[in-house]
């Protein structure tokens, strides 16, 4: 009988190891373990960034854009809202694209005025085959920009 229980325990044992080695992790977690213990993300992780950069748009390089390229182009604040298209293009002396000029405020066009923003504050992005203007400003700061004057 002792021979038994004891064979018993020495199995019990052996079994622990296998166990501990085969847990699945049901806590939502899914990340991967390297071999030197760094975490790593999982398929759908990385799918669920790619697709996030992908939505948010490319950068452009404003270089390689002309004024037409940009006419009409969406203008989004910081805070990710339309605040208006763009409805004209300033260039320097060189034909580089300085800075746009769009309306803002009034309501269809009426009370509306035209603001200027350098090329320092907005990034060109292209987000679905179109491009578009990213301030680098709230919508409350675009609206206490001063009225571009010619």
């Known amino acids: ?6 064979t018993t325990a020495i199995i019990g044992l052996m079994a622990v190891p296998g166990f501990a080695d085969s847990h699945d992790n049901d806590n939502g977690d899914d990340d991967m373990v390297t071999e030197n213990g760094d975490a790593t993300d999982t398929d759908a992780e990385v799918e669920a960034e790619a697709d996030a950069e992908a939505e948010a748009g ?5 270089a390689d854009l002309s004024a ?5 182009a969406d203008v989004m604040s910081s805070d990710d809202e339309r605040v208006g298209d763009v409805d004209d293009v300033l260039l320097d002396g060189e034909g580089t694209i300085e800075s746009i000029l769009f309306d ?12 200027e923003v350098g090329v320092e504050d907005f990034e060109i992005l292209e987000v679905d085959d179109e491009l578009q203007v990213q301030l680098d400003l709230s919508e409350e700061q675009i609206e206490e ?3 571009y004057e010619e």
């Open 145 to 147: 920009l001063p009225e």
């Open 1 to 6: 009988m002792k021979k038994i229980l004891l």
């Open 104 to 115: 803002v405020g009034g309501f269809l066009g009426i009370g509306a005025q035209t603001v």
């Open 58 to 62: 490319a950068a452009v390089d404003v």
């Open 68 to 72: 037409d390229d940009l006419m009409g």
